[in-house]
């Protein structure tokens, strides 16, 4: 029986098959959906560009938008006309927008300038709702890979358990896995546990690819390698 790879470096000569089995859409076969599926956002974000005197108060009319999906996706507009400096991540939270205003406000892009931008794009604006779609199947890519990989192991290794979310979800907590972790908020993405369920045999990590939803600091492999460190300290 040939020896398993002990480092990385060993899997370099067939990096090509350890990519993500994922497929993506060709441009610019989609941009009809997308401008069907975003013209009544861009739409609606210039009837709420009408009334406010200020782009604080244009935000905080989005943020009382009752509607969860919409709101999000007239933040979204939000961020790439007036305050590119915040994540969507940030704008969403509805409960956060008075915070943002007092500490993003002065940097948003002034009511007049937005309003005279907007109108000097077509409905639908072609390029707006390609750069908006993307946002749409962001963490897909990252779901697959990880339910792929449950199945796999479930397969391979009936007689143990593996338990955290196969695609979305939330990740299960150092805290919850050892009473005395000194961090127990630290999220990791699965556990691996003997024929009983009781015996911890493994801590993971999920890469996933940086364009997903979710890619921030810790789900990179530098947020990966303190948090080995961490868990091995």
Same mark, same amino acid.
């Given at each position: 029986?040939?020896?398993? /790879?002990?480092?990385?470096?060993?899997? %370099?000569?067939?990096?090509?098959?350890?990519?993500?089995?994922?497929?993506?859409?060709?441009?610019?076969?989609?941009?009809?959906?997308?401008?069907?599926?975003?013209?009544?956002?861009?739409?609606?974000?210039?009837? @709420?560009?009408?009334?406010?005197?200020?782009? !604080?108060?244009?935000?905080? @009319?989005?943020?009382?938008?009752?509607?969860?999906?919409?709101?999000?996706?007239? &933040?979204?507009?939000?961020?790439?006309?007036?305050?590119?400096?915040?994540?969507?991540?940030?704008? #969403?939270?509805?409960?956060?927008?008075?915070?943002?205003?007092?500490?993003?406000?002065?940097?948003?892009?002034?009511?007049?300038?937005?309003?005279?931008?907007?109108?000097?794009? /077509?409905?639908?604006?072609? &390029?707006?709702? &390609?750069?908006?779609?993307?946002? %749409? *199947?962001?963490g897909k890519k990252g779901y697959d890979l990880?339910?792929?990989?449950?199945?796999?192991?479930?397969?391979?290794? /009936?007689?143990?358990?593996?338990?955290?979310?196969?695609?979305?979800?939330?990740?299960?907590?150092m805290g919850e896995v050892f009473n005395d972790?000194?961090?127990? #908020?630290?999220?990791?993405?699965?556990? !691996?546990?003997?024929?009983?369920?009781? *015996?911890?045999?493994?801590?993971?990590?999920?890469?996933?690819?940086?364009?997903?939803?979710?890619? @921030?600091?810790d789900d990179r492999t530098g947020g990966h390698?303190?948090?080995?460190?961490? !868990?091995?300290?």
């Amino acid at each position: 029986m040939s020896k398993v /790879p002990k480092s990385f470096a060993a899997y %370099k000569k067939d990096s090509h098959n350890w990519i993500t089995l994922a497929t993506g859409e060709y441009y610019p076969d989609i941009l009809k959906d997308a401008c069907e599926l975003y013209k009544p956002i861009l739409v609606m974000f210039g009837q @709420q560009l009408k009334t406010p005197e200020s782009s !604080i108060a244009l935000f905080m @009319q989005i943020a009382n938008v009752s509607d969860g999906w919409m709101r999000i996706q007239l &933040a979204r507009v939000f961020r790439k006309y007036v305050s590119p400096e915040t994540s969507v991540e940030m704008l #969403k939270n509805k409960t956060q927008a008075k915070t943002i205003c007092e500490r993003f406000g002065k940097g948003f892009r002034p009511i007049q300038k937005v309003q005279a931008a907007y109108e000097t794009r /077509p409905i639908p604006d072609e &390029a707006l709702c &390609a750069v908006l779609w993307e946002y %749409k *199947d962001r963490g897909k890519k990252g779901y697959d890979l990880t339910d792929k990989f449950f199945s796999i192991f479930r397969l391979t290794f /009936p007689d143990l358990t593996i338990k955290g979310p196969e695609r979305a979800g939330k990740d299960i907590l150092m805290g919850e896995v050892f009473n005395d972790y000194p961090n127990p #908020k630290r999220p990791v993405d699965f556990a !691996i546990y003997d024929y009983n369920g009781h *015996d911890l045999l493994a801590i993971g990590l999920a890469r996933y690819d940086s364009d997903r939803g979710g890619a @921030q600091e810790d789900d990179r492999t530098g947020g990966h390698q303190n948090c080995a460190h961490e !868990i091995l300290s």
